[in-house]
């Protein structure tokens, strides 16, 4: 395969992303997280139905999990940030279910 950039491609830094779902696309938002408030700046979003996302999950599942183990230091992650993403993915699909509007993640 072949892969021809377009003359607008961009990479951004982003330490902040955010993902909403319907029944057939999700989109994931990324930005730069800043101030004690976390206010998140939105820089870029991108859409992809379920399939392509849950690819892309995958490929950056595997990924770390190589640099982890060709490193072999396992990459910290805050452990309360992970509960919180659970509690927001659980409560997101709750309301998507009962509600046919996208929820916010």
């Known amino acids: 395969m072949d892969i021809i950039r377009a003359p607008d491609f ?9 993902i ?13 997280k800043d101030g004690p ?11 992809m139905n ?3 996302a849950k690819l892309l999950g995958i490929l950056l599942a595997k990924t770390f999990q190589m640099i982890e183990q060709s490193s072999g230091t396992e ?3 805050d452990q309360s940030k992970v509960q919180a993403l659970e509690n927001t993915i659980t409560e997101a699909m709750k309301l998507s279910q009962a509600d046919a509007r996208p929820s916010a993640i």
Do not use: C, H, K, M
């Open 75 to 77: 990459i910290p992650v």
């Open 50 to 52: 379920p399939s392509t």
């Open 20 to 32: 909403s779902v319907n029944g057939q696309d999700v989109f994931i938002r990324f930005g730069i």
């Open 10 to 18: 961009r990479y951004i830094y982003a330490n902040g992303y955010s």
């Open 37 to 47: 408030e976390d206010t998140s700046y939105e820089q870029l979003g991108i859409v």
